[in-house]
């Protein structure tokens, strides 16, 4: 009975002002790749791509320099999280140009190539499988910093596993 009068005190109430037209106008519009990037890998990596680095790969301002090496290049799309996303080829390649040349920001190389639907699909049959997966992650890093000059920084992520497993 007081669910009922309740309700009632509810539907006579007059109608609120349901005019959204200004926040809409000032609405963040997103991409179609932004937002497949918030929906499938912003919840490891932070939807900006800034994530805490010890824990997970910060791509913000680093993730281009994947695109120096062809063995980075192909690193990035193997890897389980990426290669395995319910995404399109076509929909893959164009978030990861969204992670390498939009969150990469100066990190990208000037001659660097965007992808496409037909090489993430050749390269996507792959995954990694490597384990650990932090060793073969090292190696790819140490390429890109050796033949490249990309940032030390890049190490902060496998530092943290190496001080969990030292510490086991
Ligand atoms: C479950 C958490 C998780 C999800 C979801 C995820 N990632 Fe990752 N990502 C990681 C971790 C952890 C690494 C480091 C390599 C590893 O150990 O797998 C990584 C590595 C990377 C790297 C290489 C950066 C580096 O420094 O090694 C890129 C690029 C990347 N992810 C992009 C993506 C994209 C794009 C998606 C969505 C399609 C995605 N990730 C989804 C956790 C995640």
């Not at 890998?41 to 824990?55: D, I, K, R, V, W």
């Not at 980075?72 to 076509?90: F, G, H, T, W």
């Not at 990861?96 to 100066?106: H, I, K, S």
Request: proline share 7%.
């Amino acid at each position: 009975m007081k669910a009922l009068a309740a309700l009632a005190v509810l539907l006579a109430a007059p109608a609120v002002a349901s005019d959204n037209s200004a926040s809409e106008r000032n609405a963040v519009v997103l991409s179609p790749a932004q937002t497949r990037f918030i929906l499938r890998c912003g919840g490891c990596h932070g939807t900006l791509g800034a994530s805490p680095p010890l824990s997970v790969p910060q791509l913000r301002g680093l993730a281009g320099w994947f695109l120096c090496t062809p063995e980075a290049r192909e690193y990035v799309i193997r890897l389980p999280n990426v290669s395995r996303a319910q995404l399109s080829d076509a929909d893959l390649a164009e978030v990861m140009n969204f992670v390498t040349f939009e969150l990469g920001g100066a990190s990208t190389p000037a001659a660097a190539v965007r992808f496409t639907a037909a090489e993430v699909a050749a390269i996507r049959t792959r995954p990694l499988n490597v384990l650990p997966l932090n060793a073969y992650r090292r190696q790819i890093v140490a390429g890109v910093i050796r033949r490249c000059g990309a940032p030390a920084s890049l190490r902060d992520y496998g530092k943290a596993n190496a001080l969990s497993i030292a510490a086991r």
